[in-house]
Antibody, heavy 118, light 111 residues
Framework: QLVESGGGVVQPGGSLRLSCEASGFTFSDCPMHWVRQAPGKGLEWVAVISYEGSNEYYADSVKGRFTISRDNAKNTVYVQMNSLRPEDTAVYFC?????????????WGQGTMVTVSS | QSALTQPRSVSGSPGQSVTISCTGTSNDVGAFNYVSWYQQHPGKAPKILISDVSQRPSGVPDRFSGSKSGTTASLTISGLQAEDEADYYCCSYAGTYMYAIFGGGTKLTVL
């Protein structure tokens, strides 16, 4: 199970940190992702962090502004979002890729809403 | 990279079959056998239906099947049921740096 938190309303240019706590599986074995969905729109992959936290990759739309991190002792993955723009408004889901799988998001959280507006 | 191309909507009657296409490029769908499909009901999180082009995770009915030819993947839903009415998204692995690209989504209406 994955449970996100930290969403809310923030002004353009502001910052927000989302958290996603995992349970029911060996968190430290799994790459973890953030995927977002703007209102009425499709899914967009945002970022991934490797199982041990040594590698991170980002979509071009957030590169340089968002930072993904994880704390395996707390079974939690984070995304720090800086320089937020109105187009970052979306439901943010965390999702896992199972060990030895590629390109598959097999467990999803319920999502947390981020609204960027003045 | 642009989103994978899916039809915006498809429809079918209960008991019929529908197929949703997902067209990418030689850099994503055509390059890797890592296409997955997700079902999303309104206000809910996506749910995995198909991984690795055609593999069904445990618990997914065998009415759902996937395939791929070249740069186009397909999801077929047979024996349509009312609860299949939802949005469907394809997704392709796109390499280490881009990781995943989703399709724009297809709304399935069960008539």
């Amino acid at each position: 199970q994955l449970v996100e938190s930290g969403g809310g309303v923030v002004q353009p240019g502001g910052s927000l940190r989302l958290s996603c706590e995992a349970s029911g599986f060996t968190f430290s074995d799994c790459p973890m992702h953030w995927v977002r969905q703007a209102p009425g729109k499709g899914l967009e992959w945002v970022a991934v962090i490797s199982y041990e936290g040594s590698n991170e990759y980002y979509a071009d739309s957030v590169k340089g502004r968002f930072t993904i991190s994880r704390d395996n002792a707390k079974n939690t993955v984070y995304v720090q979002m800086n320089s937020l723009r109105p187009e970052d408004t979306a439901v943010y889901f965390c999702a896992r890729t199972a060990p030895r799988s590629v390109g598959v998001f097999d467990v999803w959280g319920q999502g947390t809403m981020v609204t960027v507006s003045s | 990279q642009s989103a994978l191309t899916q039809p915006r909507s498809v429809s079918g009657s209960p008991g019929q079959s529908v197929t949703i296409s997902c067209t990418g490029t030689s850099n994503d769908v055509g390059a890797f056998n890592y296409v997955s499909w997700y079902q999303q009901h309104p206000g809910k999180a996506p749910k995995i239906l198909i991984s690795d082009v055609s593999q069904r995770p445990s618990g997914v009915p065998d009415r759902f099947s996937g395939s791929k030819s070249g740069t186009t993947a397909s999801l077929t839903i047979s024996g349509l049921q009312a609860e299949d009415e939802a949005d469907y998204y394809c997704c392709s692995y796109a390499g280490t740096y881009m990781y995943a690209i989703f399709g724009g989504g297809t709304k399935l209406t069960v008539l």
